[in-house]
């Protein structure tokens, strides 16, 4: 059966860092274009980036481009969130999901993934 588990969430200052993991199992992790998601309350869920099979090609959204990182370690079955400079607004659900389809373009919206975690909560001070 196919597990995505979060890990790593917490409270931070504002300014602050985090790096947030997704372990895997049940699924052929290298075959899976990874992406990471949060959900604020009364809000829907938000793309924060993408990251392909390889790890060689890397989505953001702009509104976390040049804080946020992603990676992945497909010996360990792990996608990674390195969160940088944190803002009271990026308090949230984090959550990771796989995208198991073979495709040209990273997916980037909910729907486009077949697998979820069950989401790490962060919040930042301020």
């Known amino acids: 059966q196919e597990q995505l588990v979060e890990s790593g969430g917490g409270l931070v200052q504002a300014g602050g860092s985090l790096r947030l993991s997704c372990a895997a199992s049940?699924?052929?992790?290298?075959?899976?274009?990874m992406g990471w998601f949060r959900q604020a309350p009364g809000k829907g869920r938000e793309f924060l980036g993408t990251?392909?099979?390889?790890?060689?090609?890397?989505l953001y959204a702009d509104s976390v481009k040049g804080r946020f990182t992603i990676s992945r370690d497909n010996a360990k079955n792990t996608v990674y969130l390195q969160m940088n400079s944190l803002k009271p607004e990026d308090t949230a659900v984090y959550y990771c999901?796989?995208?198991?389809?073979?495709?040209?373009?990273?997916?980037?919206?909910?729907?486009?993934?077949?697998?979820w975690g069950q989401g790490t909560q962060v919040t930042v001070s301020s």
């Open positions: 999901a796989a995208h198991s389809m073979i495709s040209v373009v990273l997916p980037t919206t909910p729907t486009q993934y077949d697998y």
């Open positions: 049940g699924l052929t992790f290298s075959r899976n274009a």
């Open positions: 990251i392909s099979r390889s790890g060689t090609n890397i």
